[in-house]
C-alpha cells in the first residue's frame, strides 16, 4: 500500500521515457526521480512537452518507449492547463461535496455560496472561477502527488495566495509547470527544464535556477570558443604537414637521382598527416563541446504614437446585475490616453465584464460607459479556443497580399514560431503557441488602445519577459488584466479597483496598493485584539484566581499577546 508519510522515498521514477507527435520527438530517453515531499517546478519553451509529460505521469497519455514506475494505488491530483470543465463535471462532484470538502475549499478561495449556486451561475463563471472550482476537487480528492499544469493563469491574489499556503501544508510531492516566475520562487525547491527533448535538473527555486544556468551557458560558451580556437590551431598545423607532404610528393617527381628518397618522404608526410588526423579527430570526439544554445530571443514590435492626456473613456455611474446577482454598481472613473491600466480584484468581481462594456459587446445594467470614437481597441482574451482548429497560423490570420504574408510570417518567426509550427492546423499547437498567433493579429495592426486580459497566460517566459518590454514602449493606452505579479508591476502605473460591488480608480502601482492593503489590513487586527486584550484585563482585575474562568482568561490574554506580537514582528 502507498505510504505518503514516508519521506524521501522515490515515488515516481522515470526511466527512458520516449514520446513522439508527427515523427518530431517531443521527449528523448528521459531519466528522473521524484522523491516525496519534493516541490519540482517544470519550465521549458512552449511546445517543449511540458503538458505531455506530465500527462504520461498521470497515465492520460502512454509513452512509445520506457517506463513511468509509481504505486499502483497512488492517487494523483491533476489539474490540467484548459480549466473549461463542463456544468456537469462540477454538478457530480457538488453532489456529495459535503463528504469531500470542496465547499470549504470554495469558500477559502473566496468563492461564497457554492452550495447554493444554481445552473445558470455555473454557466457563467469566469475563467478565474472555472480555476478555483477546479483547484477545490483536486484538494477535496485528497490526492498523495499533485500535478499542477499553469494554476495561477486566471487566478486573483487571494487565490494565489490560498495555494501557496495549502502548498506548504501538503505533504506529497508536487510537480509545478508554470510561467509564474513569482509564485515558482514561493513554491518549488528544484527546477526540470526542458529542452530539446531532454531534462535539466537545477537545485533551489526559480531565481537560483535562471541564475545557475547562466553561469552554465557562460562555462560552455567559453569552453566551446576554447575548442574552436583548439581546432583552429590543429586545421593551421594540419594545413602545415599537407603542405610539406605535398611538396615531398611534388620534388619525388622532378629530381632524378633522388627520387626514391623524395617517394619515401611524402609516405611518410602521408603517413604523418593521417596518424596526426585521426588521433585529433578521436580526442576532439571524446571532448567535443556543444555549441551552446543560445536562449530564446522574442521581438514584438508596435508602432503606434498618439497625444497623451486626452479622456478617452469614462464610466458613468456604471452598475452590472446578472440575475440577483450585482457585481458592480454607481461606479465612475475615466481613462486617457497613454495611460497604464491594471484592473485589480476577485475572481467573479467583473473585470471581464468591464472589459466587454468598454468594447461594446455588453450593456450595463444602469449608467454609461462611454468612449471615444476616434480609438481604435485592440483585444486579446483568455479564451484561444476560437482560432479555426484545421487552419494553419497564415490561413486563420486571413492576409493574402504578399507583403502582409511576409510581415506576418516574420513576426510568428520573431515569436519563436518557426516554418514548420506556421504551416501546421491550430489544433496541433500548443495554448502558449495559439495565444501567439493571436498577439501576431494585434501586432499587424495599428492600435489605439490595447485591451489584455491575462496576456501572459500560456506565454513561455522568453516570450513573457519581452513582451513587458515591448509594452513599456508602447505610446498607446494599455487596460490590461493579469495575476503575473512581475508583469503587473512592471507595467501598470494605475489601477481600477473592484472591492465591495465598486469600481474605483486608485493612483498606485499594483505593488503599493496591496502593500497598503496588508498594511491597513494589519492595523485593523491590531486595533481589535488592543481591544480584547483591554476588556480581558477588565475581566481579569475583578475576579478571583481561584475561579476557573481566570485560567480560561489568561490563557486567551496570552494568546492575543502573542498575535500582537506576531504583527508587530511583521
Known sequence: MFNKQTSNAVIINVKGLEKSFNLQKILDNIHFEIKNGERIGLVGLNGTGKTTLANLIFGKTLPDKGVIEKPNDIKIGYLTQSIDYEVNDFHEYMSDAAENDLFQHASELGLRKVSDWEDNRLSHLSGGEKLKLALSMVWASKPDLLILDEPTNHLDFTGIEWLTTELEKFHGPVLIISHDRHFLDQTVNRIFELENGKVHFYNGHYSDYRKEKQLRLENQRHQYNVQQRKIEEIDSQMEQLKSWSEKAHRNSTKQEGFKEYHRVKAKKRDSQVKSKMKRLQNEMEKQRIEKPLEEAKVRFEFDHHGKRGKRIIEAKMVTKVFGDRTLFQDSHFYITQGERIGLLGENGCGKTTLIKMILGTEAPSKGEVWKSDSIKIAYLNQDVSDLPIDKSAIEALGYTDRES??????????????????????????????????????????????????????????????????????????????????????????????????????????????????????????????????????????????????????????????????????
Open 405 to 570: 504574408i511576409f510581415k506576418a510570417r516574420t513576426l510568428l518567426a520573431n515569436l519563436g514560431l518557426k516554418e514548420g509550427h506556421i504551416t501546421k492546423p491550430i489544433g496541433t499547437l500548443s495554448l502558449g503557441e495559439r495565444t501567439r498567433v493571436k498577439l501576431v493579429d494585434m501586432l499587424m495592426q495599428n492600435y489605439d488602445v490595447l485591451i489584455l486580459d491575462e496576456p501572459t497566460n500560456h506565454l513561455d517566459l522568453p516570450s513573457r519577459e519581452q513582451l513587458e518590454k515591448t509594452l513599456s514602449e508602447f505610446t498607446g493606452t494599455i487596460i490590461t488584466v493579469s495575476h503575473d505579479s512581475y508583469f503587473l508591476n512592471k507595467l501598470c502605473d494605475r489601477l481600477l479597483v473592484f472591492e465591495n460591488q465598486q469600481i474605483k480608480r486608485v493612483e498606485m502601482k499594483p505593488e503599493e496598493f496591496l502593500n497598503k492593503k496588508t498594511k491597513d489590513n494589519i492595523n485593523e487586527t491590531f486595533l481589535v485584539i488592543e481591544n480584547k486584550i483591554a476588556a480581558i484585563l477588565g475581566e481579569l482585575s475583578i475576579i478571583d484566581q481561584k475561579d476557573p474562568k481566570y485560567q480560561q482568561l489568561d490563557r486567551e490574554f496570552n494568546e492575543l499577546i502573542k498575535q500582537k506580537k506576531g504583527l508587530i514582528d511583521k
